[in-house]
């Protein structure tokens, strides 16, 4: 199994997928990811859809990869935290939801909201124009 990749929609999106997949080419565990839509919170990514190839259910491929997504945006983040909505019935997701740092933060219409915090990453710095001093 090689390092999971990450692809763009289109070249101006802040939309990717990625991809963890086997060496015969097969993808066995793939996330969407997006930035901004958070109820109002722009900066925020969005772990859309989590999947792994039922033949590959229950091996940790889905911790793996979720492990680099989440490597990978706290280095490139803009300042937000990723979060992800899961249906309460979804226990094994939650489970390994929690195991990544992942926390319960509320109930809602898309199902339950999980948090993760991430802390660094690369903030955006504003441009601000300087001030001319007189002499």
Same mark, same amino acid.
């Given at each position: 199994?090689?390092?999971?990749?990450?692809?763009?929609? #289109?070249?101006?999106?802040?939309?990717?997928? @990625?991809?963890?997949?086997?060496? &015969?080419?097969?993808?066995?565990?793939? #996330?969407?990811?997006?930035?901004?839509? !958070?109820?109002?919170?722009?900066?925020?990514?969005?772990?859309?859809?989590?999947?792994? !190839?039922?033949?590959?259910?229950?091996?940790?491929? #889905?911790?793996?990869?979720?492990?680099?997504?989440?490597? &990978?945006?706290?280095?490139?983040?803009?300042?937000? !935290?990723?979060?992800?909505?899961?249906?309460?019935?979804?226990? &094994?997701?939650?489970?390994? @939801?929690?195991?990544?740092?992942?926390?319960?933060?509320?109930?809602?219409?898309?199902?339950?909201? @999980?948090?993760?915090?991430?802390?660094?990453?690369?903030?955006?710095?504003?441009?601000?124009?300087?001030?001319?001093?007189?002499?």
């Amino acid at each position: 199994m090689g390092p999971p990749t990450r692809d763009k929609f #289109a070249e101006k999106s802040e939309k990717f997928w @990625y991809n963890l997949t086997a060496p &015969h080419g097969t993808i066995v565990s793939s #996330a969407w990811v997006t930035l901004g839509d !958070d109820e109002g919170n722009k900066t925020n990514w969005v772990l859309r859809n989590v999947v792994t !190839d039922p033949r590959f259910l229950n091996q940790g491929f #889905a911790k793996r990869l979720l492990g680099y997504v989440i490597q &990978h945006l706290k280095v490139n983040s803009k300042g937000g !935290d990723i979060v992800l909505y899961v249906s309460p019935e979804l226990v &094994h997701a939650i489970n390994l @939801y929690q195991g990544l740092g992942f926390k319960e933060v509320k109930a809602g219409k898309y199902g339950v909201k @999980y948090v993760y915090k991430v802390t660094g990453g690369k903030r955006k710095r504003r441009k601000t124009k300087r001030r001319k001093t007189r002499r």
